[in-house]
């Protein structure tokens, strides 16, 4: 018996999502991660909001999602964090 394969080789983009997080236009926190299967450091997918620099308080935050290459900005969210 043989058997046939359907199996499709698909190109599936990598992204990279960027969180930069400030208090009075001074910046407490900045990360950067990444989406795609050779990712060096798959466990910063998930961004914790700590840094030594922020010591409390709200920060004014932003969220960018770009492809690997940089441009364009896919995606975009703007938050409050912390209180």
Sequence with gaps: MVRESNARRVNVPAFRPTLLCSQNGVDVYRATGGF??????PWTTHMQLYSTAWQGGAA??????????GSPILATLKFTAGA
Aim: charged share 0%.
């Design 36 to 41: 795609y299967q050779s990712y060096p450091s």
């Design 60 to 69: 004014a935050c932003t969220a960018t999602l770009t492809p690997v290459g």
